[in-house]
């Protein structure tokens, strides 16, 4: 059992193997998300800075799509479902950022959760049949397929790009700031 710090996020383990690192980081990295967008009302998660359709609900949905794209679909093969399956992506590039604007806080928040929990499962289940070098069914267009742990490493770097952002989107909605 990891320790929990201040903010209700788990401490990633200081001496531990990979596989612990690797899900330990993933984890910080998505409390960290869930921290920043705690608490907040749908006027809050769709406060807008600067010239961009980001907003903290909007990272809420695009981290949704994130867990979703890389477990599911790019790792397993499968069909990226509902809320997306129906988008016109070529028509709305931005779709989950501004479509996020519509989402009640409560709906937003499941939604990414209920990914963040499909992803652990999906890879506690990888991990139990095969490693880290497990590679994605779907391959990238030229041929390549990533490992889960390339996955992993991808995701790592994702929550922490887009919780920087949602760091200056919290600071700017009530002040708070942190890590």
Request: aromatic share 12%.
């Given at each position: 059992m990891s320790a929990i710090d201040e903010h209700g996020r788990p401490e990633p383990p200081v001496a531990a193997g990979e596989t612990d690192t690797l899900l330990g980081y993933l984890d910080y990295q998505r409390s960290t998300l869930e921290w920043k967008t705690r608490g907040l009302n749908r006027a809050q998660l769709s406060v807008i800075i600067a010239k961009s359709t980001m907003t903290l609900g909007g990272l809420l949905k695009h981290m949704a799509f994130v867990e979703r794209y890389w477990f599911a679909k790019r790792l397993l093969g499968q069909p990226m479902g509902d809320p997306w399956a129906g988008v016109d992506w070529k028509a709305e590039p931005d779709w989950?950022?501004?479509?996020?604007?519509d989402d009640e806080p409560a709906s937003l928040r499941e939604l990414w959760q209920r990914c963040c929990d499909d992803s652990r499962k999906i890879v506690s289940d990888t991990l139990h049949t095969g490693s880290l070098d497990?590679?994605?069914?779907?391959?990238?267009?030229?041929?390549?397929?990533?490992?889960?742990?390339?996955?992993?490493?991808?995701?790592?770097?994702?929550?922490?790009?887009?919780n920087g952002h949602a760091d200056l989107l919290r600071e700017s909605v009530d002040g708070e700031t942190g890590e």
């Open positions: 989950e950022w501004t479509s996020s604007l497990t590679l994605c069914v779907q391959p990238w267009p030229n041929g390549d397929s990533p490992s889960l742990r390339w996955v992993l490493v991808h995701m790592i770097e994702e929550y922490a790009r887009h």
